[in-house]
């Protein structure tokens, strides 16, 4: 059974760090893309970073550049995404999710059926 679980997210103040973990199972992760998204209230999921398990590979949204680092060990099968300087707009709730290096390019697109998702973790930023 293929399975994403999130953890590490929670509440802290702006300027501070959070580092998120994406335990993965029942992929073989040299063949996918893990994507991390976030979703604020009542807005959409967005793109902010995925990282390729075949070369490690990454790419950041606009927004999240020089704060975030997406990183991944392939023997444990986890993804990271350690945030630093975070900022009341990072606030939502943080899923990742895996898509196969097929459509690597598709990583960006959190509406794609390709993808597999966690259940997401919560992320608070306050000012």
């Known amino acids: 059974e293929r399975q994403l679980v999130e953890s590490g997210g929670g509440l802290v103040q702006t300027g501070e760090s959070l580092r998120l973990s994406c335990e993965v199972s029942?992929?073989?992760?040299?063949?996918?893309?893990i994507g991390w998204f976030r979703q604020a209230p009542g807005k959409e999921r967005e793109a902010v970073s995925c990282?390729?398990?075949?070369?490690?590979?990454?790419y950041y949204s606009d927004s999240v550049k020089g704060r975030f680092t997406i990183s991944s060990d392939n023997a444990e099968k986890r993804s990271f995404l350690r945030m630093s300087r975070l900022k009341p707009e990072d606030t939502g709730v943080y899923y990742c999710?895996?898509?196969?290096?097929?459509?690597?390019?598709?990583?960006?697109?959190?509406?794609?059926?390709?993808?597999?998702w966690g259940r997401g973790t919560q992320v608070t930023v306050s000012s």
């Open positions: 999710g895996a898509i196969s290096v097929v459509y690597r390019d598709m990583c960006q697109d959190p509406t794609t059926a390709f993808y597999y």
């Open positions: 029942g992929f073989d992760f040299e063949d996918y893309v």
């Open positions: 990282i390729s398990g075949s070369d490690g590979s990454a």
